[in-house]
DNA sequence: ATATAAACGAGACGGTACGTCCCGTCTTTCG
DNA sequence: CGAAAGACGGGACGTACCGTCTCGTTTATAT
């Protein structure tokens, strides 16, 4: 930390110090100011850098921005012992953890504006939410072995059903998101809403 | 004397067409070149419009977006007859049709990227989509009425169970997104994804 | 009858109050902090007065400086009594007094970017130069009857050649202004540069 | 070959062309549609150049104009040979011939309304007047050498009593311009205007 | 008395220009 | 050479005023 300061050094290598003082720099401006405030200019300013030196590495301040964002990793997947739903549980609050932060906002932002096809949003989107989202993907697999989930389930919409409701209340924000809300999402998803002991009052529609 | 009458403001009143010519121009910009390409300048010069006049109704080019996405109503919520199960799954088309389209996205963009407490904002976030929700709360009521769903049901939490996978998959792109999602949500919702007989005595369902 | 009638307009009369707050705040506004932010606008804030109300007398800023500078006389033009010479200085001492003033500035600069043709711009140098001119006219016109000024001379140069100096420096500002200018101007204009006893006609070696 | 070392500062200097485009520019606006339209705005659009790059190197307008006006010299202080009252006569041709155009007119008007303490204005002033007020002095010193004017005379305003009533009659208007005032002023300037072969001061008192 | 008409304050209008910020590119110097 | 510094042409920002145009409200004649 002494020696931070002294990054002058009178010395030509610089080549993968300038990159992690960039993206320090931007992930400093985003948690302080918000992404809106991130601009390559600055970003510069900031890190001692030039701004060829930046555009050399991102083609814009989205792209560095989704690089910044891509840093640190989003979540430690916990998952402890207990019954499949139980795992299940503590996943998804960890989710909720991770998103309901000013970084998660961040996150959901810049997703949103990325350009859906480019190399890069991919590997955001793959790093900072399906990467979660697969160990998901797991969980539901262990507890169908397990037998407490229905072999003939779509794995893919059951996640869905999960993650989407979380991010879906950050984004809009009609309602407050806690951690009670994986339980009840969960339980819901697992047990379904129609009354016990009924079936559907007409024939489950086998066909679409 | 008798001058109850004025609570008309001095000045001459804004303008109504003028306000109308920005609110279209920045509709087309959205519809043809995307929100990016959105600026007070350029909607100012296409709605033959001087900058100010922008300003004095709109604070900034986000603000704007939303109102002119605001301008035409966003869904029909169209509820043909049948079951509620299928009232919902039809309410839920039309809802993944309306998003899906370019300027479905976006809304979707504006919405992550919106100032969250500003009054605008919440206007926005209400038309765009709680109306929407709302028609859906509508339905699930009277699902329950009709004995089709366990009264004791978290209403928001199955409601967000149902929207929330939609806009996490248009926002975050990981799967394609067509209208047979609407059946496969609901299903999955109404009837949980355990093995069948484990919280019901029904029949174990059809499997596809 | 001969009822005094048609010359009047019909219809609510001008405001005469209104257009004497306007020539005030512009004034106070000139006075205070200067020529150049001196603004329709802010005129009419400051005199509580519509700006159309200032449009339908004045044509712009400029015209409604000129006229309120014009509105307070320049000066009183003393004039006490001894010899022509003493009484031109006197009158020199005025004018020098007046316009090394803040307002001076004000009026040399509105007068030097007026439009040169326009009637309101004549008006203006006449009011507040013209007029001090001619008294200076009357002082030398009365300094040829004594047989104090040559009566061939000039009296249009020569007068230039008193004021011309003093605006001179004060435009330019390579030199102080003081009251004792007057009387070297006077002194020098009087005796010319030449030295005593000379008039003229002797032709020194045409050299370089 | 004296190579500066480290005296040059690092980054890209400015570029000499874009500033004499910019120059050129206003000189060309200010030439055909006069001071009152020099704008910013324009310049940079006619000169192919970004505004920030003007405001890199001038503070505002008056500054441009005043740093454009410098470009050209003013005038090249004729002195063909012939006496001091002649060479002085000449000079002051000269001047009056470059200040009655267009050209002279924007120069007086961008002197008065000049920030009078600025560098700039400084610099301005020097070049534009003084420079030539300079000449002139040279040629009264020449003057008293030859004998032909008195060395007790205050040059300053001997200088100030010739061109004063130029710029006097340039800017308030009262009287035209053309070349012949220059034999007057400076005639009677040497010989002064009292009665000839008087310099005493016996006033008969007339009436008043 | 009652119209009628003009001027009033207020303030929005289409515009122009301001001076600033940032874009992404380029040019130069230095280690 | 690579990387800093920083100027470049450009575009948009949000603000200040311009001079014009409604508004609804006085205030005077002219009917």
Known sequence: MAKEKSTRKAGRPRSQAAQQAVLD?????????GLGRLS???VAAEAGVGKPTIYRNWANAHELAMAALMQEPVDPFRSPGGSAKQRLQAHLKSVLKT??????????????SA???????????????????AFGHKLIEQAIAEGAVNPAVDIEAALDALYGPIFFRLLVGHLQVDESLAGTLVDMLFSGIEPSGKHSDSPPPTEQ
Chains 1, 2, 3, 4 share one sequence.
């Open 25 to 33: 720099a931007a992930n400093k401006i985003m948690l302080t100011e």
């Open 40 to 42: 390559i200019e600055r």
């Open 99 to 112: 998103f309901s932060t000013s970084r998660g906002r961040q996150i959901t932002l810049t997703l949103a």
């Open 115 to 133: 350009e859906q096809e480019s190399e890069l949003a991919k590997a955001f989107r793959n790093q900072v939410i399906l990467q979660s989202r």
